[in-house]
């Protein structure tokens, strides 16, 4: 059921996206009285599951979710009609329109894109707000896993800078320590404040596990305890909270965990709070060091997060400007591919990825939060300059605008092949790590 429900939204998600993109494209063309002569959901070789037509246009969906198209008269794209080619220029193809209406169609899709992405944020704020923890409300400091520990950091310490400048919202520490390729890390430990330096190895460590290096530190609240636990033995009961153990003073999570593991296979005693009683338990630790329980992860008992609400005006620009991150961002993950010190490439990812960005229950503001972002990706690398992508038609036309003169249509078809094949290359590598992890 979660596959089917992650596999649904991805579904659902791009398909919204390859329809206004390609109506993008669509809207331009007629703009301009050039003739479409289909607008596909999915690609179609061979056979297409519905189609009907209008006007001069034929409407269909494809079998292949592969994205979609659209076909413009007169032009060299995928579907290379070298038929049409050879022919007379008709006044209604694109091959006949000046070079600035032409430009227009190619960047229609990569508009509607950005548009796209840029209303939906102002949506999801406008309809949603936007609530998040304040890195100076983790008042508990931090949980470190292996890579923070490695660069010097500790259960507990509370980050206040990095590279010098202030993180407001806490989720964001790992992203900006990746995208900015931090330097130092400044962190408070017991009342002093301590600069880390931030080792080179780290970014790429950071990208291979795909999490947090560093999340709020929280009490060990058990939230139920399973019927067949030794907890259960043990006298355990949920909202129990751990505040010792074996005479020593513990109630994190962090310490808890490291006690169990430290020392599994004995008998020790743990005391909790239950209401206003202090109670000592008796537990025989398993070799497995798990007590059976479920803890409570919900951050919003333990802090103080911070909403901010919107109007509807007040959301136009903040929903603008939440675009703007969303694309700077992705620019900079873009540009971590080429750094080979990151091994970012190993872990460029295909529709398996994409799919797992969803959650495994529905939540519309996670899935439109999900295709902005996507939308924005979209745009990105439709935006590039390779020959059979929007980026590449563009190109060609900037060279026709700067020199005056047209590229052949036989250099154009060369082009569009050798691009597709980049393309499909691409694919195949992304979608091929996917397959890896999987067995991994």
């Known amino acids: 059921m979660e596959i089917l429900t992650k596999t649904l939204q991805f579904i659902l998600s791009i398909s919204i996206l390859v329809i206004l993109h390609e109506g993008g494209h669509f809207f331009f063309a007629r703009l301009f009285k050039t003739r479409v002569e289909k607008f596909y959901l999915f690609f179609d ?25 659209v076909k413009i008269s007169g032009m060299i794209d995928e579907s290379m009609d070298k038929e049409q ?6 006044p209604y ?40 923890l304040p890195t100076e409300n983790a008042k508990y400091g931090v949980m470190c896993d292996s890579t923070a520990l490695e660069m010097g950091m500790k259960h507990g310490d509370k980050i206040l800078l990095v590279d010098g400048e202030k993180i407001e919202n806490f989720n964001k520490i790992t992203h900006d320590v990746i995208m900015n390729s931090a330097k130092t890390i400044t962190i408070e430990r017991d009342g ?39 907890a259960k033995k043990a006298g355990f009961m949920s909202g129990d909270k751990i505040i010792g153990f074996d005479s020593l003073p513990i109630q994190f999570y962090d310490q808890v965990r490291e006690a169990l593991i430290t020392n599994k296979g004995s008998e020790k005693v743990f005391t909790i709070m239950r209401g206003v009683d202090t109670l000592n338990l008796v537990v025989a630790i398993p070799q497995s060091a798990t007590l059976g329980v479920t803890v409570n992860t919900n951050f919003g008992d333990f802090f103080e997060f911070k909403t901010l609400e919107y109007g509807f005006f007040e959301s136009i620009p903040a929903g603008f400007n939440k675009g703007y991150e969303s694309t700077t961002s992705y620019l900079k993950q873009f540009k971590l591919m080429f750094k080979p010190e990151t091994k970012a490439y190993e872990h460029l990812g295909g529709f398996i990825s994409i799919g797992n960005f969803f959650p495994a229950t529905w939540d519309w503001r996670i899935f439109w939060n999900m ?14 300059p390779i020959p059979a992508l929007d980026g590449g038609h563009v190109m060609f036309l900037f060279y026709e605008i700067i020199t005056g003169k047209k590229p052949s249509d036989k250099f154009l078809e060369y082009t569009q092949i050798a691009g597709m094949i980049l393309i499909l290359g691409l694919v195949l590598f992304a ?3 996917d397959v890896i992890k999987l067995f991994k």
């Open 371 to 384: 295709t902005a972002f996507l939308s924005i990706i979209l745009a990105i690398m439709n935006v590039l």
């Open 93 to 132: 193809e694109f091959r006949s329109k000046k070079t600035w209406q032409r430009l227009l169609i190619m960047l229609g899709g990569i508009m509607v894109n950005f548009l796209t992405a840029f209303v939906i944020y102002i949506l999801i704020l406008f309809t949603w707000g936007e609530s998040y």
């Open 431 to 433: 979608n091929a790590n």
């Open 85 to 90: 080619m050879k022919q007379e220029p008709q």
């Open 192 to 230: 002093q404040q301590i600069t880390l330096d931030v080792p080179t190895s780290l970014v790429a460590k950071l990208i291979e596990k795909q999490m947090q290096f560093v999340s709020p530190r929280f009490p060990f609240i058990i939230e139920q305890v399973s019927d067949t636990s030794i």
């Open 45 to 69: 070789p061979w056979f297409s599951i519905f189609k009907f037509k209008k006007g001069d246009t034929e409407y269909g969906i494809g079998w292949l979710p592969l994205g979609g198209y």
